[in-house]
């Protein structure tokens, strides 16, 4: 006869960000939990790897914005229970044409949703940050709560937490087949577990899970460079010199943000990156026919040039990361649409850090079967229209 599997409440697929936030949630509510993951723990193929991610409240979109509120209390919180610092306050500026659409939306929705943030003209902007040259007419934005997080140390301080709250992280375990139903199976590659519900985060592998079960989502996954410039002058768009996180909006020859972080990971370099790659599977991201395309690398050395005259122009490291990508740049956050006990968090699109405090307690309380704690309209797998039932 077949040894008795043991039940659990749920099994989490994926140590990312978002596995590790619903883990922690699901642990902290007694629940009997498995987080699996295909690689040993820390790992760089994802997304969730690297020291830093920024932070922000400033979204054109109200619900972001408002879920923010809670995820820097959950970061705080979640601070103070580790004992170490996983955010750093730099200020977030953004950069557009006065007139940027864009621009004039996260404008309103800071002031509709009472976020302190100051609007610098060209001249307060050349005063206050002399190391930025700006374009005829740009304008500068600065919400004063934008920041770094400590995307390295976030993830272990999740992973130690669900352990001592009794979790349990089997990492270098490949989940290679789900069998739905109540209880739901799930197989690895060395052993077989069973669960009340499964919550799926398994970042640009996803479709590779929800194939088989029929239900495919429309994302796309890119791959990113992760550009790194030297200073001129070591230190001097560093956090010590109040250098700001900063996001470049609309500009010219660049049809998608420009981000940048103040230098600290890597002493006298400075993150610069552009939010957009090239089309690349997870299990090739490192193949040399991926790095043929490098347009992106060069919008980014004009930006430089242009912006930065105090980075050399060409960049000095360039590490590697994924996005997964939806049309509409909203995240996935929904039930499997035949199984119910089958919970997705996907799509983060590049902007999915910041939030997965929040990410992790609606994709618990969908688990659980709980009210979610926000509307989850933007977030439904029946917003894409192509995603008929003849997928099911
Ligand atoms: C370069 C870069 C910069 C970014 N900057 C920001 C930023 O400034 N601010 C921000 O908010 N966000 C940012 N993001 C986005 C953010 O990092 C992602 O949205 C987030 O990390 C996504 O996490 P995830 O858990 O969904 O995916 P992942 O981190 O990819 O985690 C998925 C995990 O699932 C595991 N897995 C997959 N299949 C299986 C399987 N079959 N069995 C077991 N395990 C499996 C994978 O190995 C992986 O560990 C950035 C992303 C990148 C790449």
Known sequence: MAAQRELYDAIVIGAGIQGCFTAYHLAKHSKKILLLEQFFLPHSRGSSHGQSRIIRRAYPEDFYTQMMAECYSMWAQLEHEAGTQLYRQTGLLLL??????????????????????????????????????????????????????????????????????????HDGEKVVEIKPGLPVAVKTTSRSYQAKSLI????????????????????????????????????????????????????????????????????????????HGNNADPEERDC???????????????????????LQPEPAVMEHCMYTNTPDGHFVLDRH???????????????????????????????MKL?????LTPFRISRFPSLGKAHL
């Open 288 to 310: 040399p026919a991926a790095f043929s395309d490098i347009q992106d690398v060069h919008i980014l050395s004009g930006f430089v040039r242009d912006h930065l005259p105090d």
């Open 337 to 367: 649409p035949k199984y119910d006990n089958i919970v997705i968090g996907a799509g983060f699109s590049g902007h999915g850090f910041k939030l997965s405090p929040v990410v992790g307690k609606i994709l618990y309380e969908l688990s």
């Open 371 to 375: 009210t979610p704690s926000y509307d």
């Open 96 to 169: 557009g044409m006065k007139e940027n659409p864009e621009l004039k939306t996260i404008q309103a929705t800071l002031s509709r949703q009472g976020v302190e943030h100051q609007c610098l003209s060209s001249e307060e902007l050349k005063q206050r940050f002399p190391n930025i040259r700006l374009a005829r007419g740009e304008v500068g934005l600065l919400e004063v709560s934008g920041g770094v997080l400590y995307a390295d140390k976030a993830l272990r301080a999740l992973q130690d937490a669900i352990r001592k709250l009794g979790g349990i992280v």
């Open 200 to 275: 799926i985060t398994a970042g640009p592998w996803t479709n590779r899970l929800l194939r088989p079960l029929g239900a495919e989502l429309p994302l796309q996954t890119l791959r990113i460079n992760v550009c790194y410039w030297q200073e001129k002058v070591a230190g001097s768009y560093s956090v010590s010199q109040a250098f700001p996180c900063f996001m470049g909006l609309g500009l010219s020859l660049a049809p998608h943000h420009i981000y940048g972080l103040p230098s600290r990971e890597y002493p006298g370099l400075m993150k610069v990156c552009y939010h």
